[in-house]
T-cell receptor
């Protein structure tokens, strides 16, 4: 069975704070793919990053960074110096080689206030 | 280039009526997916298509739901005899082949009264 857990339902921070969104996954497959998507108030899911199970290198893109740790089955997402425009619901997702559907976590709602 | 487009953006219907939701994938993307997003269930996979292959319908919740993809491009999701529990946002995504990163459209918000 595959499962993605985003334990944080809602997070509220003040602008310029750093914030980390947690994602823990479960799968028995040895090859799998992890994703983060952002869903702003407009509703459209925006792709942020994709990671393959065989590549544990952390990734940084501007203010965004991702920490992939197979030992703890986690794929956490950090926003540095948060901005109001970062306010959105963030979803972590998992796909394995057993199929092509994405298994999504329940999402974390991030509110950044001025 | 243009992203995934969906129509209508909003649909209100009465219980028992049939509805059709349309998805236009990104040009050149051969794989197309439908998901449903509701408050209670989160984001759920419904069906996907790849080229002319038989679709994977494993996520369709009942036989009232069906989908087709004509000419390997546009897809229509049909819900027959709608029920109130069908109220949700229906999201379409496409990718360059199965296994590619999925890019999502803006969704269709369906409300069944």
């Amino acid at each position: 069975a595959q499962k993605v857990t985003q334990a944080q339902t809602e997070i509220s921070v003040v602008e310029k704070e750093d914030v980390t969104l947690d994602c823990v996954y479960e799968t028995r497959d040895t090859t799998y793919y992890l994703f983060w998507y952002k869903q702003p108030p407009s509703g459209e899911l925006v792709f942020l990053i994709r990671r393959n199970s065989f590549d544990e290198q952390n990734e940084i893109s501007g203010r965004y960074s991702w920490n992939f740790q197979k030992s703890t089955s986690s794929f956490n997402f950090t926003i540095t110096a948060s901005q109001v425009v970062d306010s959105a619901v963030y979803f972590c997702a998992l796909r394995t080689n057993s199929g092509y559907a994405l298994n999504f976590g329940k999402g974390t709602s991030l509110l950044v206030t001025p | 280039g243009a992203g995934v487009s969906q129509s209508p953006s909003n649909k209100v219907t009465e219980k028992g009526k049939d509805v059709e939701l349309r998805c236009d994938p990104i040009s050149g993307h051969t794989a197309l997916y439908w998901y449903r997003q509701s408050l209670g269930q989160g984001l759920e996979f419904l069906i996907y298509f790849q080229g002319n292959s038989a679709p994977d319908k494993s996520g369709l919740p009942s036989d009232r739901f069906s989908a087709e993809r004509t000419g390997g491009s546009v897809s229509t999701l049909t819900i027959q005899r709608t029920q109130q529990e069908d109220s949700a946002v229906y999201l379409c995504a496409s990718s360059v082949g199965l296994g590619g990163t999925q890019y999502f459209g803006p969704g269709t918000r369906l409300t069944v009264l």
